[in-house]
Each structure stands twice: as structure tokens, then as C-alpha cells.
């Protein structure tokens, strides 16, 4: 088992490598939502889209390292646990504003990748009306009225009103 002063010099490396990496991250999804706006180059959103999982495939490997730290010294491995283990090996109060660091770049990390996806979602939903244009076809699932005719669901559809 480690003493407290390695297991605080381990959650220091590794608060220095997640900052690190969040911040990669942050000017990963910075750089696809400007691909994304710019909307004319699928190959560079592919290269992005594949940096940024290599990011994250870092920071997964990070985690699973906190993690195991936090299961090796009798901790539960949620924040909780990373908490009260900081708050054991690190009485001089060192490691907390490192920690509230990553867990600000982890939530603008969410709120910029919340972002792409709606981007995403957008042009999916341009693209699939484009299509519906050249091909003539509708993407809503067919329905059956009350004479058993064939007809495309709509949404927000009133079916009852009363006065």
C-alpha cells in the first residue's frame, strides 16, 4: 500500500495529466464545431471526429487509473470517494482547486460536445428533407387512417377539441 504522500503525488500526476488532456479536448471540439459551421469538408470532420476519440480514449485510461488508486486505498470510486481520499492525504488543501479545474473543463468539454451534437443533428435533419425533396418520399412512418387508407404521421396533430 502507498503512504498518503505518494498516493497525493499520484492524484497530483494525474489531475496534471487529465488538465492536460481536457484541454486538448476543449480545442478538439472547438476546432470540429468550426468544421461544423464551415460545413464543407466531411474528410476534415472525420480526422477531428478521430483525434477527439483518441482523447477521450485517454482520458478513459485515466479514470480507470483513479479508479483502481481510489478501490487500492479503501475509497468507493465516484466522487465521493476521490473527496475523502484527497482529503486524507492532502491536509495542506493542495489538490481540491485542481480538481474543481477538471471538473470545469470537463463541463465546457460536455456543453461544447452537447453543442456539436445538435449541429449533427441539424444537418442530419437538412440532409434527410433534401432528400425527401429529390426522391419524393417522405421519412415518417407510414400510418393507416380510420378507412384504411395509407398516410404519412405527422406531429402535433389535434385529434379531439372541444369547446
Request: proline share 2%.
Amino acid at each position: 500500500m502507498q503512504s498518503r504522500a505518494e498516493i497525493k503525488q499520484t492524484l497530483s500526476r494525474l489531475l496534471d495529466e487529465e488538465r492536460g488532456l481536457l484541454l486538448q479536448l476543449e480545442s478538439l471540439l472547438d476546432h470540429e464545431k468550426a468544421i461544423l459551421l464551415r460545413d464543407d469538408s466531411p474528410e476534415q470532420l472525420e480526422s477531428a471526429c478521430r483525434l477527439r476519440q483518441d482523447c477521450m480514449v485517454a482520458l478513459m485510461r485515466l479514470q480507470d487509473e483513479r479508479q483502481n488508486l481510489l478501490r487500492l486505498s479503501g475509497f468507493s470510486s465516484d466522487n465521493a470517494g476521490l473527496a475523502g481520499l484527497i482529503k486524507v492525504c492532502d491536509p495542506e488543501r493542495a489538490l481540491p482547486p485542481r480538481w474543481a479545474e477538471c471538473a470545469e473543463l470537463a463541463r465546457r468539454c460536455r456543453d461544447l460536445n452537447d453543442h456539436n451534437g445538435a449541429l449533427v443533428a441539424s444537418r442530419m435533419r437538412r440532409i434527410q428533407g433534401m432528400l425527401e425533396v429529390i426522391t419524393g418520399k417522405r421519412s415518417e412512418k407510414m400510418t393507416y387512417g380510420r378507412q384504411a387508407q395509407q398516410g404519412f404521421g405527422s406531429r402535433g396533430r389535434v385529434l379531439v377539441t372541444e369547446a
